[in-house]
């Protein structure tokens, strides 16, 4: 699947999709038509709105909205607020989407959002103003029967309710099933905050048991400590896993007797970092990516593990918890190291899976108690890891290429059954 690419075309999140996406037709034989269909997003939504800020300034920010897919359902996917979002990056977040929610065979289809700009630098009023003037200008895209946002990068539950009353002040009625990843007092459900963390911990329990290796003592490296990789770490800790290595944007802590992640997450909690902890010495974030350890967690950021550091990788298990944080090079540097590799669209697929249940909920008018949504979850994960695996060892392929075979298949499938309207 390699072929000799610069760096940025191998970091390129929307390329890097496309030829894992090709390389799984071609392995399913996926017909011509349908290929065509897949590969590209149904619809791109380009906003160019102003909001005023707090010194009364107007700026101009820009916004998208990609719908890949929505043979099987409702377009599903997060919002995310940054300074370097690119619309090749909203489309390939929207596409994974669509393959997430069709490997763990949830009705849905993938869609993603995005906003430029910088949250850090805006007060609570101006990323306010931002949110409902975007949900404005997306909102004849948006709903609960056509497309269902969520938190994602620079986003929260607070920005979820904004949109939730925005859609709902326009609709002139309350519409909590528009968005998840709500508060629980407007619609939000238990136990969808460690949801993808949870989901993380699920398919390491699968792998290793597949693998037949021990849990107790098992290391694990975690590269992130946002929403995902602190509830991963914290439920892995709590079932026997040892956590030896975080690795932040602005550095790491490393100790191989394990971190209690309860005092450093209350370390985090009062510093605002992870660096000065006591319960562990300080480390160089891009070295812990290559420590020895059974389990690595990307758990944060796109492109983490690339051409140039793939080789050293020395897991003997890579958990996605991020979004293509493994460029398509790498994965061929991966399976020559025979490392087990479970892919984003089933490591962390406990966030749209718990979404799911969210906006079930929300149309039932009827919430789950948190013990139902865990074990529904952890239920879901596990059929899907199996699913996976069983469908590489039947067409003798990496867990990626049969994740995507798997989710490709089950589209194609929908669409056939629907047809072509023309």
């Not at 940025?8 to 349908?34: S, T, V």
Request: with cysteine; charged share 25%; glycine share 8%.
């Amino acid at each position: 699947m390699a072929t000799t690419i610069s760096l940025e075309q191998e970091i390129n999140p929307w390329e890097a999709q496309a030829a894992r996406f090709d390389y799984a037709a071609r392995k399913l034989n996926l017909e011509d038509g349908l290929w065509k269909v897949l590969r590209q997003p149904s619809r791109e939504i380009i906003v160019h709105f102003p909001v005023q800020m707090d010194d009364g300034r107007f700026e101009v920010f820009t916004g998208y909205r990609v719908q890949h897919s929505q043979a099987r359902g409702p377009g599903k996917g997060g919002i995310r607020y940054a300074p370097d979002v690119t619309l090749d990056e909203v489309r390939a977040l929207a596409s994974w989407m669509t393959w997430k929610c069709a490997v763990v065979n949830i009705p849905f289809g993938g869609a993603k959002g995005g906003v430029i700009c910088d949250p850090k630098t805006m007060s609570q009023g101006e990323l306010e103003r931002v949110t409902r003037r975007y949900t404005a200008e997306i909102i004849d895209f948006i709903g609960p029967e056509k497309d269902v946002p969520a938190p994602d990068l620079g986003t929260n539950e607070q920005t979820m309710a904004w949109i939730m009353d925005t859609y709902s002040m326009h609709m002139r009625q309350t519409v909590t099933s528009v968005v998840t990843g709500k508060p629980l007092s407007i619609g939000g459900s238990r136990g969808r905050r460690e949801a993808t963390g949870r989901g993380v911990r699920k398919v390491c329990d699968e792998a290793l048991r597949f693998l037949e290796m021990p849990r107790e003592g098992c290391r694990v490296i975690l590269q992130g400590f946002g929403n995902v990789g602190s509830n991963a770490a914290r439920l892995m800790m709590e079932a026997g896993y040892k956590i030896i290595g975080i690795a932040e944007y602005d550095g790491g802590l490393f100790n191989r007797d394990g971190i209690d992640i309860h005092a450093l997450a209350e370390h985090r909690l009062r510093n605002g970092t992870i660096l000065d902890f006591r319960g562990a010495e300080a480390a160089d974030p891009d070295e812990l990516l290559t420590t020895e350890c059974e389990v690595l967690i990307p758990a944060a950021m796109e492109n983490v593990i690339t051409s140039r550091n793939a080789d050293r990788i020395k897991a003997r298990i890579v958990a996605e918890g991020a979004n293509g944080p493994t460029t398509a090079v790498a994965d061929d540097i991966l399976a020559e190291k025979r490392i087990f590799v479970i892919p984003d669209i089933l490591a962390n697929a406990g966030g749209v899976t718990a979404s799911y249940f969210e906006w079930v909920q929300d149309r039932q008018g009827y919430f789950w108690k948190e013990d139902t949504v865990n074990e529904r979850l952890e239920a879901i994960l596990a059929d899907s890891f199996e699913d996976v695996v069983r469908y590489a060892e039947a067409h003798a392929v990496n867990n990626r290429i049969a994740a995507y075979m798997l989710a490709m298949d089950r589209v194609a499938f929908a669409i056939k059954q629907r047809g072509i309207y023309a």
